[in-house]
């Protein structure tokens, strides 16, 4: 059984600092890693995808691929109220063609 | 449209109901899914659509739950004889190919009274 792993949280940080999210996946063969953000209430919104080892940066937002350590992770600069949702971690799961999602992070970032 | 689009939005019915939910992809997308969402809980995968085909259908719950897509784009999911456990958020997302970065809709809220 596919597994993605993450802490559910509350993960609380102050208005302008790093939120570190991080998760990690059972499958070594992964290839295909992302992440979403979902308000309450609302449906997932992708924000990051990453395919390869290392750093992947898109304005505040940086995904850390390392496929060794089979562990993921997002950070987001200067975290403002707005970002305040949880984070699913999702990763392909093969031959079903679907993701598999972690049960996400809940962050709160206070003003 | 710009992004994937689902209907109804909220579906309220009675418990031995049959229901069907809508799901109209992005444009060009070849690959559909459908997953639900419990109160409280993670995504669950039912099925998912290369095309007009499903490679694989066991994913779904059980077998009061089916699924077709035809045309290539348009997907219901029919739901037959209702019961309170299948109320939850069933949400469609869409790939340009399978394995592409999938974008959800905005998802129907069904309630089994």
């Known amino acids: 059984q596919k597994e993605v792993e993450q802490n559910s949280g509350p993960l609380s940080v102050p208005e302008g600092a790093i939120a570190s999210l991080n998760c990690t996946y059972s499958?070594?063969?992964?290839?295909?890693f992302f992440w979403y953000r979902q308000y309450s209430g609302k449906s997932p919104e992708l924000i990051m995808f990453?395919?390869?080892?290392g750093d992947k940066e898109d304005g505040r937002f940086t995904a850390q691929l390392n496929k060794a350590s089979q562990y993921v992770s997002l950070l987001i600069r200067d975290s403002q109220p707005s970002d305040s949702a949880t984070y699913l971690c999702?990763?392909?799961?093969?031959?079903?063609?679907?993701?598999?999602f972690g049960k996400g992070t809940k962050l709160s970032v206070k003003p | 449209g710009a992004g994937v689009s689902q209907s109804p939005s909220n579906k309220v019915t009675e418990k031995g109901k049959d229901v069907e939910l809508r799901c109209d992809p992005i444009?060009?997308?070849?690959?559909l899914y459908w997953y639900r969402q419990s109160l409280g809980q993670g995504l669950e995968f039912l099925i998912y659509?290369?095309?007009?085909?499903?490679?694989?259908k066991s994913g779904l719950p059980s077998d009061r739950f089916s699924a077709e897509r035809t045309g290539g784009s348009v997907s219901t999911l029919t739901i037959q004889r209702t019961q309170q456990e299948d109320s939850a958020v069933y949400l469609c997302?869409?790939?340009?190919?399978?394995?592409?970065?999938?974008?959800f809709g905005p998802g129907t809220r069904l309630t089994v009274l």
């Open positions: 997302a869409s790939s340009f190919v399978a394995n592409n970065e999938q974008f």
């Open positions: 499958d070594r063969g992964s290839q295909s």
């Open positions: 990453i395919y390869s080892n």
């Open positions: 999702a990763v392909y799961g093969g031959s079903q063609g679907n993701l598999i």
């Open positions: 444009s060009g997308h070849t690959a």
């Open positions: 659509f290369q095309g007009n085909s499903a490679p694989d």
